[in-house]
Nanobody, 120 residues
Framework: QVQLVESGGGLVQAGGSLRLPCVASGSIFRINAMGWYRQAPGKQREWVATITSGGSPNYVDSVKGRFTISKDNAKKTVYLQMDSLKFEDTAVYYC??????????????WGQGTQVTVSS
């Protein structure tokens, strides 16, 4: 069984920073792309950032220049460094990963989410 567990959320003032780690564990053969999504109250879940297996990052326009996605392959961990936070970044942040299990099955996995609240 494969699990993704996020942490690092919390309450921060506008202009502040947070770092969200997401750790993958379980019967993992290979991790392909990993990424972050978020869902604000009353809104649909939206993609925030992705990092490929080769380490190439991509971001939604609204976070470019403020957020940085990175990963540590040995720790099976993806990070989202969020700087210059804005009120509109308030949301539940979800980790996502495309993982091939030890049984050879690839599927998308999701974490349980971590709340980020930015006070204006």
């Amino acid at each position: 069984q494969v699990q993704l567990v996020e942490s690092g959320g919390g309450l921060v003032q506008a202009g502040g920073s947070l770092r969200l780690p997401c750790v993958a564990s379980g019967s993992i053969f290979r991790i392909n792309a990993m990424g972050w999504y978020r869902q604000a109250p009353g809104k649909q879940r939206e993609w925030v950032a992705t990092i490929t297996s080769g380490g190439s990052p991509n971001y939604v326009d609204s976070v470019k220049g403020r957020f940085t996605i990175s990963k540590d392959n040995a720790k099976k961990t993806v990070y989202l460094q969020m700087d210059s936070l804005k009120f509109e970044d308030t949301a539940v942040y979800y980790c996502n990963a495309a993982i091939i299990s030890s049984l050879g099955v690839m599927r998308d996995y999701w974490g349980q989410g971590t709340q980020v609240t930015v006070s204006s």
